[in-house]
C-alpha cells in the first residue's frame, strides 16, 4: 500500500515569507505527526494531529501552525519565515495514535530560507 | 526532559562484522522505544519497535533489546552488509508526554565497507 506523501519534496522561501506543506498519510491512518530535522537540534517533534483535533504539540513558537482534514490528510504552516526554520520537515503517520504503536515517516520536504 | 544519546556518533566496520548501536535515554517513563534508519536525504523507515514491557524484538538480521530500568537499548546487527549503510535513530515515547512525541537520539553513522 502507499507510503506516507509528503509535497513538495523540496522548496526554497526567503525570510518573512510563509510556506505551507502538505502530507497524506497511509491509507486508514488516523494519526498525524510533524517533525523538523536540522543538523544543529536533530529531529525535534512540533505537533500531533488526531482526528482533525491537535492533541499534542512540540515546543515552536506559534508561527508553526498546522492543521488536519477529514480525510487525515495534514498541512503545516509557518509564517514569517526565518533562516533557521530551514530544515527538513517531516510528517509520520499512525493507525491511532495515543501511545500505541509505530510510527511511518514520509520522504520530508526540504526548506530553505534564503 | 528525556534526553537520549546515540553512542558512537560513527562507526565504519568491514562486511561480514557483527555489530552494536547504542542508545541511552534519561527518563525511565518511557511507553516505547523505536529504532529507525535514515538514508541520506531520505525520511526515516522504522525497524523495530518495543514496547516498554518487552525486553527484545528481533526482524531478521536486527536484533533490539530494551532495559528501561537502566536507559538503555542496543541495536545488533548480524552479518552487516554495504547496504547497511546508514544513519540507525532511536527514539522513545514517554508515557507523559502525549501522543507521538517522541524524543530522538542524534544518531549513528554507519558504513559497512565492501
Known amino acids: 500500500k502507499a507510503g506516507v506523501t509528503q509535497t513538495p519534496r523540496y522548496l526554497i522561501k526567503t525570510r518573512g515569507q510563509q510556506v505551507t506543506l502538505s502530507c497524506s498519510p497511509i491509507?486508514?491512518?488516523?494519526?498525524v505527526s510533524w517533525y523538523q530535522q536540522t543538523p544543529g537540534q536533530g529531529l525535534q517533534f512540533l505537533f500531533e494531529y488526531f482526528s482533525e483535533t491537535q492533541r499534542n504539540k512540540g515546543n515552536f513558537p506559534g508561527r508553526f501552525s498546522g492543521r488536519q482534514f477529514s480525510n487525515s490528510r495534514s498541512e503545516m504552516n509557518v509564517s514569517t519565515l526565518e533562516l533557521g526554520d530551514s530544515a527538513l520537515y517531516l510528517c509520520?503517520?499512525?493507525?491511532?495514535?495515543?501511545?500505541?504503536?509505530?510510527?511511518?515517516f514520509g520522504e520530508g520536504s526540504r526548506l530553505t530560507v534564503l | 526532559k528525556q534526553e537520549v544519546t546515540q553512542i558512537p556518533a560513527a562507526l565504519s566496520v568491514p562486511e561480514g562484522e557483527n555489530l552494536v548501536l547504542n542508545c541511552s535515554f534519561t527518563d525511565s517513563a518511557i511507553y516505547n522505544l523505536q529504532w529507525f534508519r535514515q538514508d541520506p536525504g531520505k525520511g526515516l523507515t522504522s525497524l523495530l519497535l518495543?514496547?516498554?514491557?518487552?525486553r527484545e524484538q528481533t526482524s531478521g538480521r536486527l536484533n533490539a533489546s530494551l532495559d528501561k530500568s537502566s536507559g538503555r537499548s542496543t541495536l545488533y546487527i548480524a552479518a552487516s552488509q554495504p547496504g547497511d549503510s546508514a544513519t540507525y535513530l532511536c527514539a522513545v515515547e514517554g508515557d507523559q508526554t502525549g501522543a507521538n512525541n517522541l524524543f530522538f537520539g542524534t544518531g549513528t553513522r554507519l558504513t559497512v565497507i565492501p
Open positions: 491509507s486508514g491512518h488516523r494519526s
Open positions: 518495543i514496547q516498554s514491557s518487552q
Open positions: 509520520a503517520s499512525s493507525l491511532e495514535g495515543g501511545l500505541t504503536g509505530e510510527l511511518f
